[in-house]
């Protein structure tokens, strides 16, 4: 038990903060089996921020909350999901416990339900340290030191406040304030900033980036808009119907998308920065993978689907500078 | 902000007390023809005892001269002399007062663990234990607790002889020996519905996304159910608390009658048998009491579980 506690973290000295792969989770739903994930792969390096993109119900979710080993109910879980050097899938309780006090946490969408409302700030933001066994006065002093790093004032005051009497960007402050105080490797961030308005948006966004570059942790952010991430993260992974479609560095992704889904994306986005104002959504209405059809999941939307897109499922293959699971790579202005 | 809202739930306190005493004054004066006929019913009394008796009734006055003067000696805590016993309705209920007070607590005691840990259990563990619950707390709920009481008597006084079948014991360990199969009578009939109501609070907790960031945490399991589900649910116990005390209270009636425990619910029971009004009044009237200041106390506690109360000085 201890000697592979220690061969653990000296191979997490090396190991990638998030390294999933061929990840497939299948649940029952009333006796019935229903894919949700489909042979994912992704990775976080260490100070990277990797964007998860896709409309709802593309397993985003599902696949982030893997690697805390939070896993559906019932559910089939092949493949793997490597969180700095430790193997979530077939993970004992007990390591599993140890992952999410010390290596990774999750910042939700809505700070709001994310704190126990009848209790203490201090109690929030100290409740990961506690878990660990931290004495409560060090547990304190590392979560004040936080609340002001995340621009909260007065923060031994807001230590004792409740969490209605903040607003909800200050909160997701606190919330994130309350991820990093056990100095994880790998952050995952889900929809952490859809619940807020644009101003206070831009300003969490911005916050987070600063400290994950401060600290040098990965980051797996996850957001439906294609935009954000390109602007905040340095690789993007896009999945529609719980497969991986296209993948690469988020500037290659914004200028030269290959897929078409990836293109649509972009089109469905109101542009701020760019002349054209045009909105182009994607027609038809997202599926996950439990409906999805034969062949490639997007061609029933697809502008350019031909025929042989119903045969199988096309592999991630190189395209320019992303990789990319599409027959007709970056031919949308062809068709 | 805060005093509002004490101030309304002292108001709305006094309100309550206040209808229920014109009612409990009221069912006197409903009795159809002459209430001192009914109250004295086979009793044979002359013409002067009749007049005195009405005169002390408050019978000459008018229905508002005669509730003002009652309320008048209620509000001095003077329920007048029981017309059976002949001593003041203070001492027969000050006598027998220790006596309920303890099977009340001891019954809420047993229903509160039980309920609430069978509550736990079965948020916590759904499926066939879940299920299990269900029956039981249903069974709990459709029982009458003289049905227990009979059953509980028969084995437990009469077969296994492990408790005795009547009295309520001398001195203070042999009056809760005395009171265990009653207050085990008034548990089995209450916990049910105890579980129930916390069953379906904690699993809204359970399933709530602040336990799921707690899990995401690595938050223990029992740090989990006792700093989140528990803590979150501590509201609804006290009005449930509340509840329960004033039904039991309610409960003694019938459960003190069936093992001949000598306490203010026999007391009751009597009373009325006997048409013994100020007696019947006392009761009723301490009964509403009861029930107005325990879920006063559980709504004017909520603030200090619950810090959103706090500021919006109002319930949720
Ligand atoms: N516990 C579960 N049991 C059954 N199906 C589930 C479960 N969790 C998620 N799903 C299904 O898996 C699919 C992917 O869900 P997921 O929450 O990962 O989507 P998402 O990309 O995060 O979408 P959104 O943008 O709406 O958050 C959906 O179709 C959803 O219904
Ligand atoms: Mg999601």
């Known amino acids: ?335 | 902000m805060i005093f509002r809202l004490i101030g309304s739930r002292l108001l709305a306190a006094i309100v309550t007390m206040g209808v229920a005493a014109v009612v409990i004054y009221g069912s006197l004066r409903l009795i159809p023809g002459d209430p001192v006929s009914a109250i004295t019913a086979g009793t044979r009394l002359t013409s002067e005892q009749r007049a005195a008796l009405r005169e002390k009734l408050g019978l000459n006055q008018g229905f508002v001269s005669g509730f003002t003067h009652w309320l008048g000696s209620v509000l001095q805590l003077d329920f007048g002399q029981s017309m059976v016993y002949g001593s003041s309705v203070n001492d027969l209920l000050a006598a027998r007062m220790p006596t309920t007070v303890t099977l009340v607590l001891y019954a809420a005691a047993l229903s509160l663990v039980l309920g609430l840990g069978m509550a736990l259990v079965s948020a916590t563990r759904p499926g066939i234990i879940d299920r299990i619950g269900l029956v039981v707390t249903s069974l709990s709920i459709a029982t009458p607790s003289f049905v227990v009481a009979l059953v509980l008597l028969g084995v437990f006084a009469v077969q296994l002889r492990m408790f005795p079948a009547t009295g309520s014991g001398d001195g203070f360990g042999d009056m809760v020996y005395h009171l265990t199969l009653p207050a085990i009578a008034l548990m089995v009939a209450t916990f049910g519905l105890v579980a129930r109501i916390m069953r379906a609070t904690f699993r809204e907790e359970l399933v709530s996304e602040h336990v799921e960031v707690a899990r995401s945490r690595g938050v223990a399991r029992m740090d989990i159910l006792r700093r989140h589900v528990v803590r979150n649910s501590v509201g609804p116990m006290m009005t449930i608390t509340a509840l329960l005390l004033a039904a039991l209270f309610i409960g003694t009636a019938i459960v003190e009658t069936a093992f001949g425990v000598d306490g203010i619910g026999q007391l009751l029971v009597v009373s009325i048998a006997r048409r013994d009004f100020p007696v019947v009044q006392a009761i009723s009237l301490l009964s509403v009491g009861l029930f107005v200041v325990t879920s006063t106390i559980a709504d004017l506690a909520l603030p200090f579980v619950d810090a959103r109360v706090r500021a919006v000085g109002g319930l949720r």
């Open chain 1, 1 to 335: 038990m201890m000697s592979t506690a220690t061969n653990s973290s000296a191979a997490a000295a090396a190991a990638a903060p998030l390294e999933i792969s061929g990840l497939s989770i299948t649940v029952q739903v009333d006796g019935e089996s229903r894919p949700l994930l489909d042979k994912v792969s992704l990775s976080v390096a260490k100070g990277e921020i990797v964007g998860l993109v896709g409309e709802s119900g593309s397993g985003k979710s599902v696949t982030s909350r893997s690697a805390l080993g939070l896993f559906p109910g019932h559910a089939i879980t092949t493949g793997s999901v490597v969180v700095d050097g430790v193997e979530v899938i077939g993970a004992s309780a007990a390591q599993l416990l140890e992952l999410r006090r010390t290596r990774a946490s999750m910042i939700f969408q809505d700070p709001r339900s994310s704190v126990n409302p009848v209790r203490r700030l201090g109690d929030f933001l100290t409740e990961g340290l506690r878990a660990r066994g931290v004495g409560r006065a060090e547990a304190n002093r590392t979560a004040i030191g936080l609340l002001e790093e995340v621009g909260i004032r007065d923060p031994a005051r807001a230590m004792r406040r409740f969490p209605h009497e903040f607003s909800g960007g200050m909160l997701q402050r606190i919330v994130i304030a309350g991820a990093l105080s056990i100095g994880p490797r790998l952050v995952l961030a889900d929809e952490a900033t859809t619940a807020l308005d644009v101003t206070t948006q831009a300003e969490v966004v911005a916050l987070l980036k600063r400290l994950q570059a401060e600290s040098g942790t990965g980051m797996l952010f996850v957001t439906h808009d294609l935009e954000l991430a390109a602007a905040l993260c340095d690789r993007i992974v896009v999945m529609y119907a719980g497969r991986v479609v296209e993948t690469g560095a988020a500037s290659a992704i914004f200028a030269e998308p290959q897929h078409p889904y990836t293109v649509g994306l972009l089109g469905s986005n109101p542009r701020l920065t760019g002349e054209r104002a045009t909105l182009t959504p994607i027609v038809g209405r997202p599926l996950a993978l439990a409906e999805a059809p034969a062949g490639c999941a997007f061609r029933d939307r697809c502008p350019i689907a031909v025929p042989a897109c119903a045969t199988e499922v096309p592999a991630l293959r190189p395209s320019r500078a992303t990789e990319v699971a599409c027959i007709m790579p970056g031919d949308e202005k062809a068709a």
